[in-house]
């Protein structure tokens, strides 16, 4: 169904150049690069770029309008809606399309496992009621602009909407809240991603609690039991292993390509081993049942399911088992990774390569040695290399390379054939380059 959103001078708090009050385009593009047919190009100004350089591009591409900064001079034959702030404007002009639609958003937000939940949601609510009407997070897109990014693609055609939001700093995700205005929510996981920029895991919590703010009145908030310390709302769903869990999971057991575990006694058997991502399974299943799908029904879909990106990753390459779950990585995420292993081996023709975990603070070094000396104790016949200064100040007797280019030359001498390698980092070490 072909896209159709209102752009009103009123909520984008603007004026257009020929005095209307209002047009209806395909789309806002961003990039002038791609095809702006039928679409209003809408310009941002970046640390290194500033979109207002490439409006002429982006009517050459077809687009049929334009936002710019009142600040910006020019001349064009298309109408141009003039902000105070074409950021501001285009998360206005999300949330006004947002509340144009009958599509229930579902708001994820959380320390890890964010994605992993938006595709297992996505997976289950897509086989139920068709992809035609599940709209989700493309990638990465979790930010500032890609949440208004997602909800621009929002059509009659979608029945839910499920939107990832992200966060490295303070007060982020109370605007993603306010351009969402998620009908339900969910928090993953609470930890310590990025706690050199909150202090504490309790400031974290209270940054990933901030997803409620501008929740619709009457939205649930699905969360881990032991995270429930953190909140007294009473509209909480929780999720865990504790009995006294709304959804208890309990783990039966896995292997290195699937594992088997119940939710609240029905049995599931899946293609994505670990109990971290068995717990992100149980978490969609409650908002699922929440949305009023018997549990019966969603439990078959799980075998369907695949998560996206470089998240257990596994490929087989040269006689080698790569397992990459490299997209990013804080101590709670090593952690259930190597336990995950400990599950079935001691170690024995496993090779682990851990890098640096990125934006850990002043206790950076010692929750590095933490997570080294787990390893070392959980899975003792395994061979371990590191990739990254921290990794290296940790554990001088690890094998250690300074960074991941320099590591896949070195090890593509040292692996040996049959063996399973596991990679996992923080993104800004970029892991996956040993593979290639």
Same mark, same amino acid.
């Given at each position: 169904?072909?896209?159709?959103?209102?752009?009103?001078?009123? $909520?984008?708090?603007?004026?257009?150049?020929?005095?209307?009050?209002?047009?209806? #385009?395909?789309?806002?593009?961003?990039?002038?690069?791609?095809? $702006?047919?039928?679409?209003?190009? %809408?310009?941002?100004?970046?640390?290194?770029?500033?979109?207002?350089?490439?409006?002429?591009?982006?009517?050459?591409?077809?687009? #049929?309008? =334009?936002?710019?900064?009142?600040?910006?001079?020019?001349?064009?034959?298309?109408?141009?809606? +003039?902000?105070?702030?074409?950021?501001?404007?285009?998360?206005?002009?999300?949330?006004?399309?947002?509340?144009?639609?009958?599509?229930?958003?579902?708001?994820?937000?959380?320390?890890?496992?964010?994605?992993?939940?938006?595709?297992?949601?996505?997976?289950?609510?897509?086989?139920?009621?068709?992809?035609?009407?599940?709209?989700?997070?493309?990638?990465?897109?979790?930010?500032?602009?890609?949440?208004?990014?997602?909800?621009?693609?929002?059509?009659?055609?979608?029945? !839910?909407?499920?939107?990832?939001?992200?966060?490295?700093?303070?007060?982020?995700?109370?605007?993603?809240?306010?351009?969402?205005?998620?009908?339900?929510?969910?928090?993953?996981?609470?930890?310590?991603?990025?706690?050199?920029?909150?202090?504490?895991?309790?400031?974290?919590?209270?940054? @990933?609690?901030?997803?409620?703010? !501008?929740?619709?009145?009457?939205?649930?908030?699905?969360?881990?039991?032991?995270?429930?310390? +953190?909140?007294?709302?009473?509209?909480? #769903?929780?999720?865990?292993?504790?009995?006294?869990?709304?959804?208890?999971?309990?783990?039966?057991?896995?292997?290195?390509?699937?594992?088997?575990?119940? #939710?609240?006694?029905?049995?599931? %058997?899946?293609?994505?081993?670990?109990?971290?991502?068995?717990?992100?399974?149980?978490?969609?299943?409650?908002?699922?049942?929440?949305?009023?799908?018997?549990?019966?029904?969603? =439990?078959?879909?799980?075998?369907?399911?695949?998560?996206?990106?470089?998240?257990?990753?596994?490929?087989? *390459?040269?006689?080698?088992?790569?397992?990459?779950?490299?997209?990013?990585?804080?101590?709670?995420?090593?952690?259930?990774?190597?336990?995950?292993?400990?599950?079935?081996?001691?170690?024995?023709? *496993?090779?682990?390569?851990?890098?640096?975990?990125?934006?850990?603070?002043?206790?950076?070094?010692? !929750?590095?040695?933490?997570?080294?000396? !787990?390893?070392?104790?959980?899975?003792?016949?395994?061979?371990?290399?590191?990739?990254?200064?921290?990794?290296?100040?940790?554990?001088?007797?690890?094998?250690?390379?300074?960074?991941?280019?320099?590591?896949?030359?070195?090890?593509?001498?040292?692996? @040996?054939?049959?063996?399973?390698?596991?990679?996992?980092?923080?993104?800004?070490?970029?892991?996956?380059?040993?593979?290639?």
């Amino acid at each position: 169904m072909q896209n159709k959103i209102k752009i009103s001078a009123k $909520c984008a708090d603007g004026e257009w150049s020929n005095s209307q009050e209002f047009l209806f #385009v395909q789309g806002i593009e961003t990039d002038s690069r791609k095809d $702006c047919k039928g679409k209003m190009f %809408l310009a941002l100004e970046g640390d290194k770029f500033d979109g207002h350089n490439f409006i002429d591009l982006a009517i050459k591409n077809g687009a #049929v309008a =334009i936002c710019a900064n009142k600040s910006h001079k020019g001349i064009y034959n298309v109408p141009i809606l +003039y902000v105070k702030d074409s950021l501001e404007a285009y998360q206005n002009l999300a949330n006004a399309h947002r509340k144009s639609l009958s599509a229930q958003v579902i708001g994820i937000t959380g320390s890890c496992g964010k994605t992993s939940s938006k595709d297992i949601l996505k997976s289950i609510l897509s086989s139920i009621f068709g992809e035609n009407a599940i709209c989700a997070t493309i990638a990465n897109t979790n930010n500032h602009i890609g949440v208004p990014q997602n909800l621009l693609r929002l059509t009659k055609a979608h029945k !839910y909407a499920i939107i990832e939001m992200g966060t490295n700093h303070p007060g982020e995700i109370e605007i993603l809240s306010k351009i969402a205005e998620p009908d339900i929510a969910m928090i993953s996981s609470i930890g310590h991603s990025h706690i050199e920029n909150f202090g504490t895991v309790e400031n974290i919590a209270k940054e @990933k609690l901030s997803i409620m703010k !501008y929740a619709n009145k009457n939205a649930k908030l699905f969360l881990p039991w032991n995270c429930k310390k +953190y909140i007294s709302n009473e509209n909480i #769903v929780t999720f865990g292993e504790d009995s006294h869990s709304d959804w208890k999971m309990e783990y039966i057991k896995s292997d290195i390509e699937s594992s088997e575990f119940k #939710v609240n006694n029905h049995k599931a %058997l899946w293609h994505i081993p670990g109990k971290h991502q068995a717990l992100n399974a149980t978490c969609a299943i409650a908002i699922c049942a929440e949305l009023g799908i018997d549990i019966d029904v969603i =439990i078959p879909f799980l075998k369907n399911i695949e998560i996206s990106g470089m998240r257990m990753k596994i490929e087989t *390459i040269n006689g080698i088992k790569w397992i990459n779950d490299a997209y990013n990585a804080n101590p709670e995420s090593m952690r259930a990774a190597i336990d995950w292993f400990a599950e079935f081996s001691n170690g024995e023709n *496993i090779t682990m390569i851990l890098g640096d975990m990125l934006e850990l603070g002043e206790k950076s070094e010692e !929750y590095h040695k933490e997570i080294l000396d !787990y390893l070392q104790k959980k899975l003792p016949k395994s061979q371990i290399f590191t990739v990254g200064k921290m990794m290296r100040k940790a554990n001088q007797s690890i094998n250690n390379f300074i960074d991941s280019e320099l590591a896949g030359l070195e090890l593509k001498k040292l692996l @040996k054939k049959n063996s399973i390698v596991f990679l996992k980092a923080s993104r800004g070490i970029k892991l996956e380059k040993i593979i290639k």
